[in-house]
């Protein structure tokens, strides 16, 4: 989905299909483009959530000895004013804050190095500060990956814009057969004969229209009133390609219109998604229009788990597109509490969609291929970032998401993991015992490493 998509109130398309990691690794040139995307989205979102611990740790008196973005041997470093030692290191798969007191990267406890601090300096510990600044701090990561997502959404929604309620043209989508046919500051009045005093309204008349090689649009152009024919309201234009899918590899692109399906022509986007649905997987030949010239490419939708509006999900055939209406309505700019609305909207849409899908899984509501490993996340980042770098913003905005969520489970080794043991101290009065710690964080380990081998799994064998 490309980031302006989610503010247009548009017909909705398809979503992601499942992945399909080895295909999309046939050279070295798309490898090397996986690796880098990969490793700069992930270096993004580790450094937003390391950083939220740092500050909230810095702002409640705990001291930071390091803040590394990565692991391993250290690349560059240099000491800050404060004493916090900043570096890169050589494996950027991850990273980690430091804390005086702390035995390693995951916060254990060096009790030799803080029975040797003076009962001051043990206050500025992470096993020394009180348990409110301790919580405060574990859960600041996550919370920073939120608030880092929602930013990231506020500003496209200001950047891009928000329809007007009025049904006035912004930009017409190029379609064969139909040049300047509607035009960019045409005000349509009504469609097939219904008004459209608003956009809404516009977009109800449109719902309503059976497929058709043409609609009849009453308009207003520079105060005179005319009568043009036009293209069905949701054509099959393509408005958006889905990493990781079958329109993707084959090389469909933004702005493709698809005029046939198995050499039957089609003129709404809705004949495009229940063809793909009624071929229960069996590859289809497309005709696509593109720039005046036309291409035939074969697909095979894949499978896909899609939430619906009720909490659940659904499990349909899909190739990976989007579409919408033939216009682009014109936008004005959100004020910005109404895009810090849609920002917050959007992060707790992924959030609840995210834990839906995984309580779907363990259930055995949907498939578990729709868990994706390290692998096929790397692969969906090469795809973001080939489509531009807005998508490729957008993309680790929604996995900046993911990441916080996942650090909140209840899991020893991760914050959330803390909170529990946090938790535990404020209601017990009393932190778990070294041994009970050893254990759990041992099981909460155990616990990490078996769902990556899993995912992995899914990315190279399962379903690939």
């Known amino acids: 989905m490309s980031p302006q998509d989610v503010w247009a109130n548009t017909k909705p398309g398809e979503g992601r299909g499942p992945s399909d ?21 992930l270096s993004v979102i580790v450094f937003v959530h390391e950083y939220g611990h740092y500050i909230v740790g810095r702002w409640s008196g705990i001291h930071a000895e390091v803040f590394s973005l ?52 043990q206050r500025h510990t992470m096993h020394g500060a009180p348990l409110w600044a301790r919580a405060a701090t574990v859960a600041a990561g996550p919370m920073a990956n939120f608030l880092f997502s929602t930013l990231v959404f506020l500003v496209f929604a200001m950047a891009w814009g928000v329809p007007t309620t009025a049904p006035v043209v912004g930009a017409v989508k190029p379609m064969p057969a139909f040049a300047d046919s509607l035009q960019a500051g045409d005000r349509i009045t009504a469609l097939a004969g219904t008004e459209t005093p608003d956009l809404a309204a516009f977009i109800a008349a449109a719902q309503t229209l059976p497929p058709a090689p043409s609609a009849e649009y009453a308009i207003e152009r520079d105060g005179n009133a005319l009568t043009v024919q036009g293209p069905y309201p949701f054509p099959p234009v393509v408005d958006g390609v889905q990493p990781q899918s079958a329109a993707m590899d084959a090389g469909i692109q933004v702005g493709d219109v698809v005029t046939q399906i198995d050499g039957a022509p089609i003129w709404a986007f809705e004949q495009l998604r229940s063809a793909i649905g009624a071929s229960e997987g069996q590859t289809v030949t497309l005709t696509v229009w593109r720039n005046g010239a036309t291409q035939e490419l074969d697909l ?38 109404e895009a810090l609305k849609l920002g917050v909207s959007q992060t707790w849409a992924l959030i609840t969609t995210t834990l839906s899908g995984l309580w779907h899984m363990v259930t055995g509501a949907i498939s578990t291929c729709n868990l994706q490993g390290p692998i096929g996340i790397a692969e969906t980042s090469a795809d973001a970032a080939s489509q531009g770098g807005a998508s490729f913003v957008w993309f680790i905005a929604m996995l900046s998401t993911a990441v916080g969520l996942m650090n909140l489970f209840p899991i020893p080794v991760l914050d959330g993991g803390h909170l ?34 899993f ?5 190279l064998l399962f379903c690939a």
């Open 70 to 121: 990565g692991f391993g041997p250290v690349l560059w470093s240099r000491m800050d004013k404060r004493g916090t030692r900043w570096q890169l290191a050589a494996l950027p798969f991850g990273g980690y804050v430091k804390f005086l007191g702390d035995s390693n990267a995951a916060s254990g406890k060096d009790a030799e190095a803080i029975s040797r601090l003076a009962p001051e300096e």
């Open 420 to 453: 529990v043991f946090h938790a535990w101290e404020a209601v017990t009065g009393h932190p778990p015992t070294e041994r009970a710690l050893r254990v759990l964080m041992t099981l909460g380990l155990s616990i990490l490493l078996t769902l990556m081998l």
């Open 21 to 41: 990691v080895l295909s999309l690794i046939p050279s070295f040139g798309s490898a090397a483009l996986t690796l880098i995307a990969f490793v700069a989205a």
């Open 455 to 459: 995912a992995i799994g899914n990315d």
């Open 300 to 337: 095979t939708p894949r499978r896909a788990d899609l939430p619906t509006a009720d909490g659940g999900f659904e499990t349909r055939w899909l190739i990976g597109l989007t579409g919408g209406l033939v216009i682009e309505p014109e936008t004005r700019t959100p004020n910005p509490w």
